[in-house]
């Protein structure tokens, strides 16, 4: 039986996360607080050419459009949005769909190494500060699934990086690559914790004396 289930994904539980390229070996993917709107907008440009044989269609590289906007805080997460802008630093981002998992209870993610190229904000004096942030995506994103940390968890041509810290163990920081057998899956989170083995009845010797089994 096919455990994969069909379900529509929200844009609510579809969030950002984000860290310093160079960290990957000291902190884990930090949730952007506050995210109001989230953009993403991989495309590829074609053109066409008339010849004496027919049309002829070739394609550009994929670019990619990644867009946040969110209310404006103190984390050290949105500072950083302004280290990039400014100095250059390269960002790790992670797009993560908080209600699509695979059958080792991992969360479908996108993965992308960026650069800050605008950081709009706003300030009007009836709302919230608000910051519009957009990205300069290298290369092309890669799909594929990962943990959330605790922390996370309580908050809600690079190869695919989980959230957890890169080490020498753990090349992937707990994430998994796409497979191409990966389409369509989705297996719900039921709550349930694997079975603990099964007591056994003590059962008498010859003697009387009770042996439990282990």
């Excluded at 609510?12 to 995210?35: C, H, I, N, Y």
């Excluded at 053109?47 to 867009?67: A, I, L, R, Y």
């Excluded at 605008?118 to 799909?143: A, H, I, L, M, Q």
């Amino acid at each position: 039986m096919d455990d994969n289930e069909l379900a529509y994904l929200q844009g609510m539980d579809t969030v950002a996360f984000f860290r310093p390229l160079s960290k990957a070996k000291e902190m884990e993917g930090q949730l952007l607080p506050w995210q109001t709107s989230l953009s993403f907008d991989p495309q590829r440009d074609s053109d066409t050419n008339q010849t004496k044989d027919g049309v002829v269609t070739t394609s550009s590289s994929v670019e990619t459009d990644f867009e946040v906007e969110f209310i404006n805080n103190t984390s050290s997460i949105a500072d950083m949005m302004y280290d990039s802008l400014f100095d250059g630093i390269k960002l790790e981002g992670w797009i993560v769909y908080r209600n699509r998992r695979n059958a080792e209870g991992k969360y479908f993610a996108w993965y992308m190494q960026v650069t800050v190229s605008e950081d709009s904000n706003d300030n009007d004096p009836d709302d919230n500060s608000t910051r519009d942030t957009t990205f300069s995506v290298s290369g092309t994103p890669k799909r594929g699934w990962l943990e959330l940390p605790q922390d996370a968890q309580a908050q809600i041509d690079y190869i695919f990086h989980g959230l957890g810290k890169v080490t020498d163990e753990d090349a992937q920081g707990g994430g998994t690559s796409w497979r191409d057998g990966d389409a369509g899956t989705n297996v719900p989170d039921t709550g349930s914790k694997p079975s603990e083995p099964k007591s056994v009845a003590a059962a008498p010797t010859a003697d009387g004396a009770k042996v439990t089994a282990k």
